[in-house]
């Protein structure tokens, strides 16, 4: 996959993203003042941002973040929907390109987004933009495969998903990571998180996803059929639970 590609994934999926996808938990970001000294006030460089979901855990808690979005539709919307804080910056950008200056950051953060970098490329960006004794938080939204709907609706995406097995973010590994912040050592914290679907909710969450088909495109009309079979299958109070394990990499380089 080329890089263009990457940055263009999610421009027609906009509003599913927004209105879909799970945020952070709050302990994210106790966690990283707890253990690395950020304090409010400080700034984040927020890489490959998105629409904002990952800025809005930090400016909510009182940080300035530098929201750095290579995908024009994604970083319009992150600006519709966070102008309104006076510390909030979007940047056309990449993670291997931000566009900051140096020494600009006290931590860098890549919400749901480090497995579309070239690391390779990205870690010396990231130490450009840092500050000395800067932090990196690498964090993801695990989606858990254990129980029955659980493997199921995993089932359903790998049988509808374009490329799924290829850009699953979980091939993202310890080692990489590792190799990443090397010869610097690394943290991983977990914390739980969960939403709760009606089967709209569920389409949309399945929807806001770049490997399977959009509402215009073939195979989209198979998928949602599936999709209603499955919620009716499991649905409890016709409600659907969808359970993450939120995962934080951390550390110094």
Known sequence: MTAHNSTQRFGNRVEDYVKYRPGYPAAVITYLQEQYGLAPGNTVADIGAGTGISSALFLQAGY???AVEPNAPMREKSIALLGQYPGFTAVDGSAEATGLPAACADAVVAGQAFHWFNAAQTRPEFQRILRPGGVVALIWNERLT????????????????KDYTQVDHRKTDEDKIGAFFSPSAFQLATFP?????????????????SYVPAADEPGYGPMIDDLKALFAQYQQD????VRYTTKLYAGRL
């Open 64 to 66: 300035k973040v530098l």
């Open 146 to 161: 254990e129980g029955a709907f659980e493997q199921a609706y995993d089932a359903l995406i790998v049988r509808h998903g």
């Open 193 to 209: 998180n969960q939403q709760v679907f009606d089967l709209e909710g569920l389409k949309g969450r399945l929807s806001s996803s």
């Open 238 to 241: 016709n409600t659907i639970t």
